[in-house]
Each structure stands twice: as structure tokens, then as C-alpha cells.
């Protein structure tokens, strides 16, 4: 059958599914050109109709790689189109990585899950409240550690202002959490890579490399983000009143970590989900054991807050090492989705049917499509007979909400940038001033024009003043953002402020 679904280019809604044929429901499955062809025609129009400014997409069969494709622009503003070339940041699709490394090791015997954080990170001094000998590996990846982190989080993914090394002695401020649950987080992969970090003179990033991405021929991946050209990458963007408008890449190397902290291109995310659905053979070869692999997707804990148990349209059972398991449509379905700024990752695979997705996207409304676009892969493979209906349905009402997702984005842009100009309310020579703490490092705040702006590690931004009454405001920065209000000794503004308090957090004035 021969099908024009070039057609599905051009800006449209449902009138294009005449172009889409679909076979009927049988128990042989679509060819692989007629799925990549409908797949790729539904990308197409999404990018066309302004839903994403870019997108990756590569999907994984039978051990083959039946497409890598590159959408729209990895940089709006500079004219760079998205290519097969393009570095895309996973965020917390790391984990898959890092989960992975730690299954090598219990493998391997030498560090198995049942161990104890005591054992495995010795010499470390946690709070008094907090049971070490009763921690496990298994937990710290699991996310049932029933810890509750402030600090490493904050420096490792967006201030960079604690070195990496003295991270392990923040782990005397974690505190236990209100009741158990899995409570999903970065801490325990921070902690995971404090483990690797002991197993090699390089630490994680090394161990990763040297144990994971080059025995997988993974190497256009890496957690050094200096090391990749700046027009490689896949840049964020936010809505402009036409179009998009490019974003800084914030991230840096000091705040690239193992709980979320890599660039890949297709290629290599294809050639992962390769190997996963391969039991660790890649290019007829064999490159990591069975095993491993096999104990990497081993549900470790089930989920016990009913909000992880569903992700768009794919239900989730609980945490392995490093990914998501779950079902799709009641088939078995392991996965890792990742998010920073406006950017979004999306790895999945079903191993009963074999067959992967690797989706990435880089703003707009693309982190939604990037789990239609999946749905739509398994949805065909499946020869569900209305893959195309729900699929193009739901691009276009993705499309539909464009108009007010771009309004909503715009007016709070605009509300940002008027907070940014907001005096503070107190005269700003009382703020001015070095702000530090034990576990979150040193803020300093400076001047910026009629307000204020801070310079925290790696992160700089304009402080906006939400409520120059009350002295509240928030800094955006890094991917998040954080509440910021000071204290003073007497009447506010009277004198200079004794403290920076950053969401919740006291930093004393030392200057």
C-alpha cells in the first residue's frame, strides 16, 4: 500500500486522517516504513503548527533502529536547526544510567542492593535521627528512603555552590521524613553517586563512562556539558508572541549529577533502549550481562501515592534501579522521563513486544507530545485501529490550547519582568551584602537597577519582588525557583539584614 502521508505536513486537524491508513487489526504487525512514515508525519505537523520548537525522535524494533529523526530548531533565536548531531540534556533520564551502574555492581556481587548505606558509604556521619545500619541501596534507589533533603538537591542541580566533594558531609542535615513512602527525589541517586564516587579515583562521571557509556558505544553522551559545542545542544525555549524565543542552558558542569546530570544524541539513546530490549547485546554483541540488565528493570518498590501512579497515558507500578516500571494499555512497560526548564526527555520501552521510543523536546507544549507521540509508536505497533484517531486528536488538542498556554506564558513573563523592576520596599543598601550557610553555600546580593539581583554559585538572576509590603520574593534560576525574604535584628529597613531566609532556609550575613 502505497500512502502520501507527506500530506500531513501542512497545518491541519482531523480532515488529515484520510491520509493514514491504517491495517486492520491482525496478528501480523505494521511494516516498519508505514510506521516510521506515520510517525514521522504526525511530528512534522506538530513542529509545523508551532506545538514544539524542536524534537528528537528515534524508535528501536527488533533490535534495529528504524529511525533517528531531528525536528524544527535546536536554537529558535540563532537559526539552528535540530539534527541528528544535536546533544539533548535528559535530566533526570539519568538515572536510568546511574541506576544501571549500581545494578553492574550488585551483578557483580560487589555491592548489592540488600547493602547498607553504612556499609556502602563509610564514614559518613548522618543526623542522629536517621537509622544508617537500616538504609539500603535498595531504598536510595527506590525512593523509600523516607529522607527528607534541602540542600544537596539545591547545589547539585541548580547552584553549584558546594562542591561535589563536601556533599557527603551535608548528609548530616537530612532529616527523616513525616511517614514512609516512596517519595520520588533526586537525594537518592545524589547519594548513589556518592557511592560510585568511592569506587574510582574519578568518581561517578568516570565510573559511568568506563562501565557504562563506552562499553554501549554511547559516546556522544556525557555529564561534562563544557565539553559539548554550545551550537550542538538543544537549547530551551519559552513562548514569544510569535514563535519562540531561545532561553539560556543553565546548566553547567557543577550542577550536571547523577541524579540528572547528561547530554546524548539519538543515536546513543537509541543504542540504549537498544540494549535494554537486547538483555545487554548491542551490534551482535554482547557488552553488559543479562543479568544485570535483567535486575536493572526488577521492581524494587511499589508505588504508595496514588499521584506517581500514572503518568499521561502510561501507568506506573513502582521504582527498579533507575527506571520506571509499569504497564502501557495493561502490556508491561519499563520507563524514564526527565525535565528541566522548558525541556523534556521521554525513554520508554514494552520488552514483551519489543519495541522503544527515545522522544525529546525542547519547549512549548513538546513535553506533552513527546508521550503522544509514544502512545502513537506502541499504538501502531499494537495495530490498534484507532492509533491514528487518538493520536492526531490529541496533537490537535494540544494545538487548540496553544493560543492560551502562549497567553498564560506571555502575561507571566510580563508580570516576571514588571516584579523584576519592583523596588524591594526597604532601601536597597540594607540588603546589599554576602549571605552564607553551612549547607547551602554563600548568596550574595547585588544591585540591579531600581531592585535587587543574586549570584549564588553558578546561578544569577534578577530577584523579583512579590509583595515589596510584606518583603516577599522569588528568584528564578537554575531550572526552579526559590522564596526569598530577610530578617533583620530591629524594624526592617532600618538597619542592614542579619539573614537571607531561601525557601525556608536561614543564611546568616557574614559581610
Known amino acids: 500500500m502505497h500512502l502520501r502521508l ?64 531531528a525536528f524544527g ?31 553492574l555492581l550488585a551483578d557483580l556481587g560487589t555491592l548489592p542492593f540488600s547493602t547498607s548505606v553504612r556499609d556502602a558509604l563509610p564514614g559518613s556521619l548522618w543526623h542522629d535521627d536517621v537509622v544508617v545500619d537500616a538504609l539500603t541501596i535498595a ?23 558546594i562542591p561535589e566533594s563536601q556533599w557527603p558531609a551535608l548528609l548530616a542535615s537530612v532529616l527523616p521524613a513525616r511517614r514512609p513512602a516512596l517519595i520520588y527525589s533526586n537525594f ?42 554550545p551550537a550542538l545542544l538543544a537549547m530551551p525555549h519559552d513562548y514569544a508572541s510569535l514563535g519562540f524565543t531561545t532561553l539560556p542552558f543553565e546548566k553547567r558542569d557543577q550542577t ?38 535483567r535486575l536493572a528493570h526488577t521492581l524494587i518498590a511499589a508505588h504508595t501515592e496514588s499521584r506517581g501512579k500514572r503518568y499521561a497515558y502510561f501507568d506506573r507500578d513502582g521504582w527498579s534501579a533507575g527506571w520506571d516500571v509499569g504497564r502501557y494499555d495493561g502490556e508491561p512497560m519499563v520507563s524514564r522521563f526527565g ?34 507521540v509514544a502512545a502513537y509508536v506502541y499504538d501502531l505497533d499494537g495495530g490498534r485501529p484507532d492509533a491514528a484517531t487518538r493520536a492526531w486528536t490529541r496533537v490537535d488538542s494540544l494545538y487548540t490550547s496553544l493560543p492560551e498556554s502562549r497567553r498564560a506564558a506571555l502575561l507571566a513573563d510580563s508580570q516576571a519582568r514588571t516584579q523584576e523592576r519592583t523596588p524591594p520596599g526597604v532601601p536597597i543598601g540594607t540588603l546589599l551584602g554576602h549571605y552564607t550557610s553551612p549547607e547551602l553555600g554563600t548568596l550574595i546580593i547585588l544591585r540591579n537597577g ?31 525557583e526559590f522564596s526569598l525574604r530577610f530578617e533583620w535584628s530591629g524594624d526592617a529597613g532600618r538597619s542592614p539584614a542579619t539573614a537571607a531566609v531561601v525557601n525556608g532556609s536561614v543564611m546568616r550575613r557574614v559581610r
Open 73 to 103: 530548531m535546536a536554537n529558535a533565536s540563532r537559526g539552528i536547526r535540530a539534527t541528528p548531531q544535536t546533544h539533548w540534556y535528559l535530566a533526570s533520564t539519568s538515572k536510568s544510567l546511574t541506576g544501571f551502574a549500581m545494578a
Open 256 to 293: 550536571m549529577h547523577a541524579a540528572g546530570g547528561h547530554v546524548a544524541t539519538l543515536d546513543d539513546l537509541a543504542r540504549w533502549v537498544q540494549i535494554q530490549l537486547d538483555s545487554g547485546v548491542v551490534d551482535g554483541r554482547r557488552v553488559f550481562p543479562a543479568t544485570a540488565v
Open 139 to 161: 531504598q536510595l534507589l527506590s525512593h523509600t528512603h523516607n529522607l527528607t533533603d534541602n540542600v544537596i538537591v539545591v547545589s547539585s542541580a541548580f547552584t553549584g555552590a
Open 6 to 69: 507527506s500530506l500531513c505536513t501542512i497545518p491541519g486537524t482531523l480532515s488529515l486522517l484520510s491520509a493514514v491508513a491504517l491495517p486492520a487489526q491482525s496478528a501480523s504487525r505494521m511494516a516498519d516504513t508505514m510506521l516510521v512514515r506515520a510517525v514521522d508525519s504526525l511530528v512534522q505537523n506538530a513542529v509545523v503548527r508551532g506545538i514544539t520548537p524542536g524534537f528528537g525522535l528515534a524508535i528501536v524494533r527488533d533490535g534495529h533502529v528504524l529511525a533517528r529523526r
Open 339 to 372: 525535565g528541566y526548564a522548558t525541556m523534556r526527555s521521554h525513554v520508554s520501552f514494552l520488552p514483551e513486544r519489543h519495541i522503544g521510543v527515545v522522544a525529546m523536546s525542547n519547549g512549548g507544549l513538546g513535553s506533552s507530545l513527546t508521550d503522544v
Open 188 to 229: 537518592g541517586y545524589n547519594v548513589a553517586g556518592m557511592i560510585l564516587d568511592r569506587r574510582t579515583r574519578g568518581g561517578w562521571r568516570e565510573l559511568l563512562d568506563s562501565a557504562v557509556l563506552h562499553p554501549a558505544g554511547m559516546r556522544h553522551t556525557t555529564a561534562r556539558v563544557s565539553s559539548v559545542r
Open 450 to 480: 531600581p531592585s535587587i539581583a543574586v549570584r549564588w554559585g553558578v546561578l544569577a538572576a534578577p530577584v523579583r519582588t512579590v509583595d515589596a509590603a510584606d518583603g516577599t520574593y522569588r528568584v528564578a534560576g537554575g531550572g526552579t
